[in-house]
């Protein structure tokens, strides 16, 4: 498939789980003057997977925090919807959004995390970004939206989103993987390398960057394990292992690896 884009542009598509910098990093890509986010869709966060029909959206999936426990929710080139027909239909549903005249089509949706192989089968020459920030942040950011679900369950839909995320990359011919800590502490190293591997010219004004992003969210953890938190405690106690397998310790949130999904060691942020 492929022959819906012309010759001069290129399809990017970010993800990564809600809470985990999909919005920020989209919109820092989009802001690049020969690309484009879609815009002025009425949808959340102008994500291309509530304007569609060919895959269920995570909402329908569990919602976030909970989607990627569904299978359904993890699509390959096997998958029955891999066709020509559903890259015609995602690219009508998806094209009156985008600037027709820019290069770099941006499309941001969480569940892509889990689908770049599929979508992969529709669009060969696309370029995959992926985002990924520690399980502890996420977690407890996504908390605030799903009050009723246990921490454990929550970080246990963190791991199997990367623990299939990480099994479907070296199927994938064109994938760059960025860290959440790594692009707060250092943004402009962080979007030159994707704009280096997107073969973008210039470089993104990354003056809109927090630094603070994730300091409550510290806070909050510490002080959870400080008081006993049931939840937390059950949470550090079966994630522990598995966390530092991803290059995340548990007790510091500012650890995190340069490649997340790759590296296997922590490296301290600056």
């Given amino acids: 498939m492929g022959d819906v884009l012309s010759d001069h542009q290129s399809l990017v598509f970010v993800g990564g789980l809600h809470r985990s910098g999909t919005t920020l990093l989209a919109r820092l890509l989009a802001s690049h003057p020969d690309a484009t986010g879609l815009d002025g869709t009425g949808v959340p966060e102008d994500e291309g997977q509530h304007l569609q029909d060919v895959y269920p959206a995570a909402e329908r999936l569990g919602g976030s925090g909970r989607f990627a426990l569904n299978p359904a929710a993890h699509r390959t080139e096997d998958h029955a919807e891999a066709s020509d027909r559903s890259a015609q239909l995602l690219w009508d549903a998806w094209r009156p959004y985008w600037d027709s005249d820019a290069r770099f089509l941006i499309e941001k949706s969480p569940p892509n995390l889990m689908m770049g192989r599929f979508l992969q089968a529709l669009y060969p ?41 990480r099994s479907d990359l070296p199927a994938l011919s064109r994938v760059h993987l960025v860290s959440y800590e790594w ?34 969210y510290e806070e909050q953890w510490h002080t959870l394990r400080t008081e006993g938190h049931r939840g937390a405690t059950k949470t550090s106690e079966r994630f522990e292992k598995q966390a530092l397998r991803f290059g995340y310790d548990l007790d510091d949130l500012r650890l ?11 490296v301290a942020l600056p």
Avoid at 256 to 266: D, H
């Fill in 256 to 266: 995190a690896p340069r490649v997340p999904l790759v590296e296997s060691n922590g």
């Fill in 125 to 165: 020459s696309a370029s995959f970004v992926f985002i990924v920030r520690h399980p502890v942040t996420v977690t407890l950011a996504t908390r605030k939206w799903r009050r009723r679900t246990p921490l454990p369950r929550l970080m246990n839909n963190w791991f199997t989103a990367h623990e299939t995320a």
């Fill in 183 to 216: 692009l707060l502490a250092d943004p402009r190293s962080t979007l030159d390398a994707v704009v280096d591997f997107l073969s973008m010219p210039g470089e993104v004004d990354v003056s809109s960057v927090d630094a603070s992003g994730s300091d409550r």
